[in-house]
Nanobody, 123 residues
């Protein structure tokens, strides 16, 4: 069993930056065995993939490409989402999800979810 805890959410101005963290814990796991995705959800809308990191590559949704980056620190069991040049439409709850030995972060295949961290964008 894997537990995921997101942190780093908060309020940011348009054009600002924020770094989200997803820290994993559990018994006998290796974070490198999982693809980790960040997913974004706003009220009334479906949760959607934002960024994904696997053992071989990283991927970003078109809406955040060039502004967000994803990275993994295996020693800290943590995956980060660096959000730069934040836009109002980036507001919402960000969830991280773990997928066992996956090559992509397909939302319907997520094995473990965190509880989410909220990002608000306001000037």
């Amino acid at each position: 069993q894997l537990q995921l805890v997101e942190s780093g959410g908060g309020s940011v101005q348009p054009g600002g930056s924020l770094r989200l963290s997803c820290t994993a814990s559990g018994s006998g796991f290796n974070l490198d065995d999982y693809a980790i995705g960040w997913f974004h959800q706003t009220p009334g809308k479906r949760r959607e993939e934002v960024s994904c990191i696997t053992n071989t590559d990283t991927r970003h949704a078109a809406s955040v490409r060039g502004r967000f980056s994803i990275s993994r620190d295996s020693a800290k069991n943590t995956v980060y989402l660096q959000m730069d040049n934040v836009k109002p439409e980036d507001r919402g709850v960000y969830y991280c999800g773990a997928l066992w030995r996956a090559r992509a972060c397909v939302i319907t295949s997520v094995d473990y979810w965190g509880q989410g961290t909220e990002v608000t964008v306001s000037s």
